[in-house]
């Protein structure tokens, strides 16, 4: 039943974003069913390229330069963001399955009753993202209804522009989320089999350290009885294989995640930069424009976060196991050979950090620099429109008028 339920949202999930151009059709599909959906996604793409071009051209509004080209900046980020989503579900959809396949495949070599769990816990975060996202971007189509005055035309265009392709990027940030989430899922699953292994070493009550006993009942226990050695190989080949998709899944989705976080960023700081005008010279009759950019900031920001800390959950698992191998009794020359290799593969891999494209670190800590960047670009746009209306100041005194 469990099972079920996560496929019910998993399926929702994909059958939403092959709607929108964003995820490849079910390997079972025939050929005309795949010609389809590819005329499909080339036809969205290109409805979507060509609102974004001519909103490129038709913009006109009146600000500094800098301030126009990081506005602009999101249409050709949009642009190329889903040109490649659409690439990933039309042209490179074997590959683009063929890793999450083999994530399924490892989390069906579990026990059955492992496997249920894990996926009744996917399916609840599935549905928690999915629900968010929706609601979030609905929230937005309505805003812009609204503030428009219901001129349906204006509104149709306006979010063709900007939700749809906010919504086909935030699909696939969800796509790469719940890959990731289901890796550790599998991650604390080997946590938690180390910890029963670690509670298979304790010895009886009134066993002590210094008891003859001690030695004999774990030389037995540990290296024989309890199988741990063979127990720790399995868990490492399961971590090995988790690791070795993981770098895939960046394989995958790393240019998408770099070309995703140049956008949100450069659209954080504009946006960011918009609401701090208006703070200036309050106009509360523009009140819902204000709660659009905020629910912009909120977006941009979201995904940013979102893929920093999923990544940074699965190098906190991997802590936590190097933390459980170091507490865990040797008293045989093969264990101490496993837990070592163990140990050896866990420090190599979390002493290499994790990287979009080999440039960004997806990790939480590099919201600092983030953050750094931000505060730079925003005071360099403040400062500019500072100059600006002092220019404009002088050159109205001048003229005669009094500027305030």
């Not at 210094?210 to 009885?225: E, H, I, P, T």
């Not at 918009?274 to 009759?285: A, D, H, I, L, T």
């Not at 459980?324 to 050896?344: A, D, K, W, Y």
């Not at 190599?348 to 730079?376: E, Y």
């Given at each position: 039943?469990?099972?079920?339920?996560?496929?019910?949202?998993?399926?929702?999930?994909?059958?939403?974003?092959?709607?929108?151009?964003?995820?490849?059709?079910?390997?079972?599909?025939?050929?005309?069913?795949?010609?389809?959906?590819?005329?499909?996604?080339?036809?969205?793409?290109?409805?979507?390229?060509?609102?974004?071009?001519?909103?490129?051209?038709?913009?006109?509004?009146?600000?500094?330069?800098?301030?126009?080209?990081?506005?602009?900046?999101?249409?050709?980020?949009?642009?190329?963001?889903?040109?490649?989503?659409?690439?990933?579900?039309?042209?490179?959809?074997?590959?683009?399955?063929?890793?999450?396949?083999?994530?399924?495949?490892?989390?069906?070599?579990?026990?059955?009753?492992?496997?249920?769990?894990?996926?009744?816990?996917?399916?609840?975060?599935?549905?928690?993202?999915?629900?968010?996202?929706?609601?979030?971007?609905?929230?937005?189509?309505?805003?812009?209804?609204?503030?428009?005055?219901?001129?349906?035309?204006?509104?149709?265009?306006?979010?063709?522009?900007?939700?749809?392709?906010?919504?086909?990027?935030?699909?696939?940030?969800?796509?790469?989320?719940?890959?990731?989430?289901?890796?550790?899922?599998?991650?604390?699953?080997?946590?938690?089999?180390?910890?029963?292994?670690?509670?298979?070493?304790?010895?009886?009550?009134?066993?002590?350290?210094?008891?003859?006993?001690?030695?004999?009942?774990?030389?037995?226990?540990?290296?024989?009885?309890?199988?741990?050695?063979?127990?720790?190989?399995?868990?490492?080949?399961?971590?090995?294989?988790?690791?070795?998709?993981?770098?895939?899944?960046?394989?995958?989705?790393?240019?998408?995640?770099?070309?995703?976080?140049?956008?949100?960023?450069?659209?954080?700081?504009?946006?960011?930069?918009?609401?701090?005008?208006?703070?200036?010279?309050?106009?509360?009759?523009?009140?819902?424009?204000?709660?659009?950019?905020?629910?912009?900031?909120?977006?941009?920001?979201?995904?940013?976060?979102?893929i920093l800390a999923v990544n940074e959950q699965l190098v906190e698992q991997e802590c936590q196991l190097f933390?459980?191998?170091?507490?865990?009794?040797?008293?045989?020359?093969?264990?101490?050979?496993?837990?070592?290799?163990?140990?050896?593969?866990?420090?190599?891999?979390?002493?290499?950090?994790?990287?979009?494209?080999?440039?960004?670190?997806?990790?939480?800590?590099?919201?600092?620099?983030?953050?750094?960047?931000?505060?730079?670009?925003?005071?360099?746009?403040?400062?500019?429109?500072?100059?600006?209306?002092?220019?404009?100041?002088?050159?109205?005194?001048?003229?005669?008028?009094?500027?305030?």
């Open positions: 039943m469990s099972s079920s339920i996560s496929n019910r949202w998993g399926n929702l999930l994909l059958t939403i974003s092959r709607c929108l151009a964003v995820a490849p059709t079910a390997r079972k599909e025939g050929r005309f069913a795949r010609w389809i959906h590819c005329l499909w996604c080339l036809v969205l793409l290109g409805y979507v390229w060509t609102g974004c071009i001519w909103k490129c051209i038709v913009f006109d509004a009146e600000m500094p330069t800098i301030e126009k080209l990081l506005y602009l900046m999101e249409f050709p980020g949009n642009i190329t963001i889903t040109g490649l989503l659409v690439y990933h579900a039309v042209l490179n959809c074997p590959y683009a399955r063929d890793v999450e396949t083999q994530i399924h495949l490892l989390i069906g070599r579990q026990d059955f009753g492992v496997a249920q769990r894990l996926y009744q816990k996917h399916g609840k975060r599935t549905r928690h993202l999915l629900v968010q996202t929706i609601v979030f971007h609905g929230a937005c189509i309505v805003v812009d209804i609204v503030n428009y005055d219901f001129n349906w035309w204006t509104t149709w265009s306006s979010n063709s522009v900007y939700n749809l392709p906010a919504l086909m990027i935030s699909l696939g940030v969800l796509q790469y989320a719940l890959a990731v989430h289901l890796l550790w899922l599998l991650q604390a699953h080997l946590c938690h089999c180390l910890e029963q292994l670690q509670k298979r070493q304790r010895p009886p009550q009134g066993i002590v350290n210094l008891d003859a006993r001690y030695d004999r009942f774990f030389a037995s226990l540990v290296d024989a009885g309890g199988c741990s050695s063979l127990v720790l190989e399995e868990l490492r080949a399961t971590y090995t294989s988790i690791d070795r998709l993981h770098r895939q899944l960046l394989d995958k989705f790393g240019l998408f995640l770099l070309l995703n976080f140049g956008n949100s960023l450069c659209s954080f700081c504009e946006e960011l930069y918009m609401v701090f005008n208006f703070f200036q010279r309050p106009q509360w009759s523009a009140g819902l424009l204000l709660f659009y950019r905020i629910l912009w900031l909120v977006m941009h920001g979201g995904r940013i976060w979102v933390l459980q191998l170091n507490q865990m009794e040797v008293c045989g020359s093969h264990l101490e050979r496993t837990i070592n290799r163990f140990l050896v593969q866990l420090q190599t891999s979390i002493g290499q950090p994790l990287l979009a494209c080999g440039v960004i670190d997806l990790d939480t800590l590099a919201m600092g620099g983030f953050i750094g960047v931000l505060m730079a670009i925003v005071i360099f746009l403040i400062q500019i429109g500072l100059g600006n209306k002092s220019l404009m100041g002088v050159a109205l005194n001048q003229s005669g008028w009094i500027y305030i």
